[in-house]
């Protein structure tokens, strides 16, 4: 079975500070991690995804992320943080080779961004 | 090339009334994942066709099912409508069964409110 973790329910920084989201998973097969972000009335936006190929992932908005197997992480990093960055952030998982195809997301980390 | 596209946005059922939610995938895709989305809840997997067959299903009753067309549109039915049905719904589309290396595209969804 795979679930996700999002360490933190709420992260607040202040415009221009780095931003750090942290996601523990757990998978029986080899995973294939996301991030996703929601603004507010919104659908889902991918921001990056990992597939078994580079450990650190580049997304888009400068986000990035860095899949570490020993510590079954894949925390959400980016440098400067932008008043429009303010909205939910949501890692996932899915099950590369095993039958269960589906999306498992953690409950999602608000961050606020203060001017 | 278009996206994924949900209808309706917004939809008000009674307890106990039947409800056809509508999904057009992106484009090339030809599976579509359906999710529920509780207020201040991550989505949550409800189930997935491919190819106009079901590929797999989440934790849900019976009265929750879907359809795939030979377009690979998609509806996500729900009979017997209950309060806690009350929620965003959304639709995804990917390439291929699994999804997962190829990534998922997600509309805006439909919020539906059971009075």
């Known amino acids: 079975a795979q679930s996700v973790t999002q360490l933190d329910s709420h992260v607040s920084v202040s415009e221009g500070t780095p931003v750090l989201l942290r996601c523990n998973y757990s998978?029986?097969?080899?995973?294939?991690l996301f991030w996703y972000v929601q603004h507010p009335n919104k659908g889902l936006q991918l921001l990056l995804k990992y597939t078994s190929a580079a450990t650190l992932v580049k997304g888009i908005n400068g986000f990035e992320a860095e899949f570490k197997k020993s510590e079954t992480s894949f925390h959400l990093t980016k440098p400067s943080a932008h008043m429009s960055d303010a909205a939910e952030y949501f890692c996932v998982v899915s099950e590369s080779g095993g039958s269960n195809y589906k999306l498992t997301f953690g409950k999602g980390t608000l961050l606020t961004v203060n001017p | 090339e278009t996206g994924v596209t949900q209808s309706p946005t917004h939809l008000i059922k009674t307890r106990g009334q039947q409800v056809t939610l509508r999904c057009s995938s992106q484009?090339?895709?030809?599976?579509v994942s359906w999710y529920q989305q509780a207020l201040g809840q991550g989505p949550q997997f409800i189930f997935q066709?491919?190819?106009?067959?079901?590929?797999g299903r989440g934790n849900f009753p019976p009265r929750f099912s879907g359809l795939q067309f030979p377009n690979y549109s998609s509806e996500l039915n729900v009979n017997a409508l209950e309060l806690d049905d009350s929620a965003l719904y959304l639709c995804?589309?990917?390439?291929?069964?699994?999804?997962?290396?190829?990534?998922?595209?997600f509309g805006s969804g439909t919020r539906l409110t059971v009075v």
């Open positions: 998978s029986s097969y080899s995973p294939s």
């Open positions: 995804a589309s990917s390439l291929g069964g699994a999804g997962g290396d190829y990534g998922y595209t």
């Open positions: 484009s090339g895709h030809n599976t």
């Open positions: 066709y491919y190819r106009e067959e079901e590929n």
